[in-house]
């Protein structure tokens, strides 16, 4: 059985940081590509931040320079560094994997949806003063 449990979201302050964990089971971690995606109250499913079995990284234009996401394949953890924290980056943060990838969706900003597939339960972000 596949499972993907994410951690490490709060209430942080604008310009804080948070760190993002995902602990996967049940499938080849290493050879799997793996990805954050998050929705914000009242909006769709959006891409964060994905990353290749190759430690390939790739982000929306939005986080770029203040989000890092890496993963380790010893502990078959992914993660999600946050800094510079905005106030439009609160959302609830998904751990998926990825059936396939393109990082056209990414730049181009494209639903997530098509490319998803185990999402974990998710991890709420709210960036408040």
């Known amino acids: 059985e596949v499972q993907l449990v994410e951690s490490g979201g709060g209430l942080v302050e604008p310009g804080g940081s948070l760190r993002l964990s995902c602990a996967a089971s049940?499938?080849?971690?290493?050879?799997?590509?793996m990805s954050w995606v998050r929705q914000a109250p009242g909006k769709g499913l959006e891409w964060v931040s994905a990353?290749?079995?190759?430690?390939?990284?790739y982000y929306v234009d939005s986080v770029k320079g203040r989000f890092t996401i890496s993963r380790d394949n010893n502990n078959n953890t992914v993660y999600l560094q946050m800094n510079s924290l905005k106030q439009e980056d609160t959302a609830l943060y998904y751990c998926?994997?990825?059936?396939?990838?393109?990082?056209?969706?990414?730049?181009?900003?494209?639903?997530?949806?098509?490319?998803?597939?185990?999402r974990g339960q998710g991890t709420q972000v709210t960036v408040s003063s």
């Open positions: 998926a994997t990825l059936t396939s990838f393109s990082s056209v969706d990414i730049r181009r900003s494209m639903p997530p949806s098509p490319r998803l597939g185990y």
């Open positions: 049940g499938f080849t971690f290493r050879l799997n590509y």
């Open positions: 990353i290749s079995p190759g430690d390939n990284a």
